[in-house]
Nanobody
Framework: QLQLVESGGGLVQPGGSLRLSCAAS???????????IGWFRQVPGKEREGLSC????????NYADAAKGRFSISRDNFRNTVYLQMDSLKPDDTAVYYC??????????????????WGQGIQVTVSS
């Protein structure tokens, strides 16, 4: 079973940066580069929000409006890891951040309903 583990969260001041990592293991049916990997976030009382997705290395990426221009997604298939570089962070970016794998290639959607293997989530707090 595919397992994902997020790291790199924490407390950062407004305007600062963080790089989140999502390390994957447990591939059985397909190799790691088969899966599209997405980043999401959620605050209490709100629906999980899709931020970005990356297909195979060098393949298409997708960004939600909230992430465009400030966040950048990348992947290292040798390390089975996807990264989310977050710059110019704002207090509104405070949330629990999740990575997830889609059981097929392609980043045409950022809906959490299309991703079925999830990490446990990691807290990002933007505050002075």
């Amino acid at each position: 079973q595919l397992q994902l583990v997020e790291s790199g969260g924490g407390l950062v001041q407004p305007g600062g940066s963080l790089r989140l990592s999502c390390a994957a293991s447990g591939f059985t049916l397909h190799t790691y580069d088969y899966y599209a990997i997405g980043w999401f976030r959620q605050v209490p009382g709100k629906e999980r929000e899709g931020l970005s997705c990356i297909d195979k290395i060098g393949g298409p990426t997708n960004y939600a409006d909230a992430a465009k221009g400030r966040f950048s997604i990348s992947r290292d298939n040798f390390r089975n890891t996807v990264y989310l570089q977050m710059d110019s962070l704002k207090p509104d970016d405070t949330a629990v951040y999740y990575c997830a794998a889609r059981p097929q290639p392609g980043c045409d959607t950022l809906s959490y309903r299309n991703f079925d293997s999830w990490g446990q989530g990691i807290q990002v707090t933007v505050s002075s």
